[in-house]
Every structure is written in C-alpha cells, then in structure tokens.
C-alpha cells in the first residue's frame, strides 16, 4: 500500500518530468521560429545575419533533468526570507555557443575539482572524471571560456526533490553550450532506490537520452529520482553549507518550485587539475 508521503514524492516526480517534457517542446518551437525569422532576414537584409541557437537543458538535468522553459507553479507568493548573500560581482555574462561538443582534452586518469565562487559562498565540487569523461572535459572547456561566470543559479526545489539548478546563461532554463552530451555513469554506486543522495551534482536535461548541455543540479537533500541524469561531482563539506544556506531561504513561489530567494550567482567557476 502506497503511503500518503510516497504518493506526493510520485506525484512530486512526475510534475519534474512533465516539466521537462514541456521545456523540450518549447526548444523545438523556438528554433523553428528563428530559422523562419532568418530566412525571412536573408532575403531582406544584404548582408550576413548571426544566427545564436543553444542547446539546451532541463531539467538536467536535469534536468533535471539535466536539463528548457522554466515552468513556475502558479501560486500566491510568500513573504521571502532574508537574502543570506552578497551581491553579485562586477560583469555580465558572455554569449557563447559552440555546435559541437569539444575534443577530449583531460587526463580521464587525474583528479579534477570544479569551484563555484559564488555570491553565497563558495562550492567545491570533487569531480568523477574516470566515469563521467564528456561531461568533465565539457565543464573543463566552459570554465576555461568563463561560460558559467556572472551566471545565476535560476532554480530552487523545496518539494518532492530537493535541488539548486544552474548553467544556464538566460538564467530562464532555456539556455545551453549550442550542444549536447552523452549520458554518463547512470550506474553510479551512489544511486540506490532511484535516490540522488545529498552532496550529488548532476546533469539536468529535456528528459529525453543524451540531452545534457551546461545546465546542473546541486543536491541538498536525498532526492527520489530516476537514474537518468549524469552524476559528475560530489559537493565537499563547505560547499554544503553553502547550499543549505541558500535551501533555508526558499524559493520565490512558495509552491515549491521556483528562483530562489537568495541571489545565488556564479561569480567565478574555475576547474583545476590535481
């Protein structure tokens, strides 16, 4: 018999996945409305029109679902809690978009650790290299660009799953790298009972496979979900302070979904080698 608690966690579950579904469609309409945009300009315009297309996320994952149109719960706001951080540094972000996934360029026998300074503290993230290679070498290639710099982190779950997303550079849930990565180390020992424990970063995408681009998911709190978006990094000791921080302040809604009160914002992301 299925308990009250277990039925809202299903319930809870299946709005993320129906989420990202939705996001996924709305991708699909957005680029065929800029490819008639463009080919309208290019019969008027003399010239040569840029065209910026990304790739996108979720859920993750991503958003995740790994990895997408941000759907915010309709709901009458709550009363926001203090903001526990500073404000952002000085910049803005960049507008970067590649069309294919950089060359392997790490050492997939080294360590690596990725660290988000942020406006509420810094994150240190011990990074799998050995079992999630593309999605490494990818976080490896954007830091080096100062893709994920000035960014904010636009999503904060409070109900069902219990995760802080970021990388998106529109900070609306749509943004990505212009490409995608495999599916990586879904078989992660660390992942019983369809459980993303606390301290997992992973990556958010449309729901469907192979789907991740820049966007992830930090992990503050045991989350039941499906094994199907990539976990990369495990959060050190302060970095989940950190997080738990930026949790007690609530996200925007009061519905449980929804940008989080505090303004978490990438100033900085650096990954190193050790």
């Known amino acids: 018999m299925v308990s ?4 809202r966690r299903q319930l809870a579950r299946e709005k993320f996945l129906r989420q990202q579904q939705r996001r996924t469609e709305a991708r699909r309409k957005a680029r065929l409305r800029n490819s008639v945009i463009a080919s309208v300009l290019g019969v008027v315009v003399i010239g040569s029109v840029a065209l910026y297309t990304t790739g996108v996320l979720k859920d993750d994952g991503d958003k995740k ?37 950089p060359a392997m360029s790490i050492d997939t026998s080294a360590k690596y650790t990725l660290k988000l300074a942020t406006t509420c503290g810094d994150i240190g993230i011990a990074l799998k290299t050995s079992a999630a290679p593309h999605t490494v070498n990818s976080f490896d290639f954007l830091a080096g660009k100062g893709y994920f710099d000035h960014t904010k982190c636009h999503r904060l779950t409070t109900q069902g799953i219990y995760v802080l997303q970021c990388g998106d550079p529109q900070g609306t849930g749509m943004g990505g790298p212009g490409y995608t990565l495999p599916d990586e180390n879904l078989k992660d020992k660390s992942l019983k009972n369809n459980t993303y424990p606390a301290g997992t970063v992973a990556m958010a995408n449309t729901g469907q496979k192979h789907t991740g681009g820049s966007q992830f998911f930090l992990v503050y709190k045991d989350s039941q979900l499906p094994p199907s978006y990539t976990p990369f990094g495990m959060i050190d000791a302060a970095g989940m302070k950190v997080l738990n921080k930026i949790a007690a302040a609530g996200e925007s809604t009061g519905a449980g979904d929804g940008a989080p009160n505090a303004t978490v914002v990438i100033d900085k992301a650096t990954v190193t080698k050790s």
């Open 4 to 7: 009250q608690e277990q039925r």
């Open 65 to 101: 679902e790994n990895a997408s149109a941000h759907v915010t719960p309709s709901a009458t706001p709550t009363s926001k809690a203090p903001d526990p951080c500073r404000k952002p540094a000085a910049g803005s972000v960049e507008k970067l978009s590649w069309k294919k996934e």
